[in-house]
C-alpha cells in the first residue's frame, strides 16, 4: 500500500518530567512499544522537561522530543499534551501528578507512588474522581516468565503453596563515601521502599495478598557526605526485610537491600509448594527453573525453562527461543498495556491503586520494624 493511503491513528502527545535512569527507560518505551505492537494511538513526543536548559535541550536532541522547557508546570498547562510521564525525584511525584490529573491528562508515574501511602490516596482518589488513566512503573512485572510462573501457580503445578523468598538487592549504595541522594530522604527514601517495592510487588502478583507482616529495617551507613564539605545523617534504611503471611495461607519473607556488595540486579524468588518449585532470578531473567516431584526418583532437579515465543509477548520481539529480552523491552510491554487502557480495550495494568497498595505494604513493614511486633495489613 502506497504511504499516503495508510489510515492514521489519533496522536497521543507525551510530555516527559524528568532526564535520568527512568526517564530515558520511559522514552526507550514510548518509541519501541509501537514499532513491536498495533497500538490504538500514534505516540509523539511532545515536551521534555527537565531543570536545566542544558539538559533540558540536549534531552530534546538525543531523545527526539520536539520542544523542552526547564518548568514542568508548562507540561501541565499546555493543552496539547495528553500524557505526564513523570521521571522526577520521588518527592515531587505527588505535586506534579495532582497538577496533572487537574489539567485531565493521563500519568504515568515511575515507582514509588508517593512518599507516603496517605499522598498516594490522595492521588488515586483524584485520578479516580478525573476519570484519567495511571501507571505506576512496575515494569519488572510484564517479564514473559513472571507471568508463565503465576500461570504455573495458579493452574497447580507447585500443587498447594508453602513458602516463598522475594529478593531485590544492588549495590549502588554500597559505598559509606557516597553521597547523601534524594533517596536517603525520610519523605521518600530507603532501600524498602526503593527496592524492596519491587518484590513486594512481585510477591502479590504471583501469590496475591499479603495479610500480615513483621518488619526489620536497617540503617547501616548512618551518615553520608553532603556534597558541601560535612556529611548528613541517614534516617531510612540501608536494609528492609519482613515475613510474609499471604491470604492463601502460605508463608514467606522478602528483602530490599541497596549496600548488597557486588550485586547488580538480583530481583529474585522461590516458591515452594507440595508438588513442586520454581526458581528465577532478574540476573538471567529469561529463564524460569522449574522442579517437580512427579519427575521419577533419581531423574529429579530444577529444569530450565527459556523465554520463547510460546510465553507471548517474547515473540513480538523476536520469532528464536533463548534469544533474551532486555530491561526496556519490559518498559515496551509496560507502554503496550498503559496505552491500551488508555484507549479503553484493558484494564490498567498497574494504576495509582495498585500503587498505593505497595505503598501501603512498606509503611506496614516499617511500622512493623520500628513496634517489633506481627502487623496486620490494611485494606
Not at 510462573?149 to 557516597?178: F, K, Q, S, T, V
Not at 548512618?222 to 499471604?246: I, M, Q
Request: glycine share 10%; hydrophobic share 40%.
Amino acid at each position: 500500500m502506497p504511504a499516503d493511503q495508510i489510515t492514521h491513528k489519533p496522536k497521543l502527545r507525551i510530555g516527559l518530567i524528568g532526564t535520568g535512569f527512568m526517564g530515558k527507560a520511559h522514552v526507550f518505551g514510548f518509541t519501541s512499544a509501537p514499532k513491536v505492537f498495533e497500538l490504538p494511538y500514534d505516540l509523539e513526543l511532545h515536551t521534555v522537561a527537565d531543570v536545566t536548559v542544558e539538559t533540558a535541550t540536549r534531552a530534546a536532541r538525543e531523545l527526539g522530543f520536539a520542544h523542552w522547557t526547564t518548568d514542568w508546570r508548562d507540561l501541565i498547562s499546555n493543552p496539547e499534551i495528553d500524557l505526564i510521564s513523570i521521571t522526577a525525584p520521588n518527592a515531587l511525584h505527588k505535586e506534579m501528578s495532582l497538577a496533572a490529573i487537574a489539567a485531565g491528562k493521563h500519568v504515568y508515574c515511575e515507582k514509588p507512588l508517593a512518599p507516603l501511602a496517605t499522598d498516594a490516596l490522595e492521588m488515586t482518589l483524584a485520578a479516580e474522581l478525573a476519570g484519567v488513566k495511571t501507571q505506576v512503573g512496575f515494569n519488572y512485572l510484564c517479564n514473559p516468565m513472571l507471568r508463565l510462573a503465576r500461570d504455573m501457580i495458579a493452574g497447580g503445578e507447585l500443587g498447594e503453596i508453602r513458602g516463598y523468598r522475594g529478593l531485590h538487592a544492588e549495590d549502588y549504595m554500597a559505598d559509606p563515601n557516597g553521597p547523601w541522594t534524594f533517596r536517603h530522604d525520610p519523605a521518600g527514601g530507603g532501600a524498602l521502599a526503593d527496592i524492596g517495592s519491587h518484590a513486594l510487588a512481585t510477591a502479590e502478583f504471583l501469590l496475591g495478598p499479603i495479610t500480615d507482616v513483621m518488619g526489620d529495617c536497617m540503617t547501616l551507613i548512618p551518615s553520608r557526605p553532603d556534597g558541601k564539605g560535612g556529611t548528613r545523617r541517614v534516617e531510612v534504611d540501608d536494609v528492609g526485610r519482613a515475613f510474609l503471611r499471604f491470604a492463601n495461607g502460605a508463608q514467606g519473607s522478602v528483602e530490599g537491600n541497596w549496600i548488597a556488595t557486588g550485586r547488580k540486579m538480583q530481583h529474585d524468588f522461590e516458591v515452594y509448594g507440595t508438588r513442586g518449585a520454581l526458581s528465577f532470578s532478574q540476573e538471567r531473567f529469561s529463564e524460569l527453573h522449574f522442579y517437580s516431584t512427579e519427575d521419577a526418583p533419581g531423574r529429579r532437579g530444577f529444569r530450565r525453562i527459556e523465554a520463547a515465543p510460546d510465553h507471548a509477548p517474547y515473540g513480538r520481539f523476536c520469532v528464536a527461543p533463548g534469544h533474551q529480552l532486555g530491561f526496556n523491552d519490559l518498559k515496551a510491554i509496560e507502554v503496550e498495556g498503559y496505552i491500551r487502557a488508555i484507549a479503553g480495550q484493558t484494564p490498567e495494568p498497574f494504576n495509582f491503586r495498585a500503587g498505593l497498595r505497595i505503598q501501603t505494604l512498606v509503611e506496614t513493614i516499617q511500622r512493623s520494624s520500628a513496634a517489633r511486633e506481627w502487623l496486620k495489613v490494611p485494606g
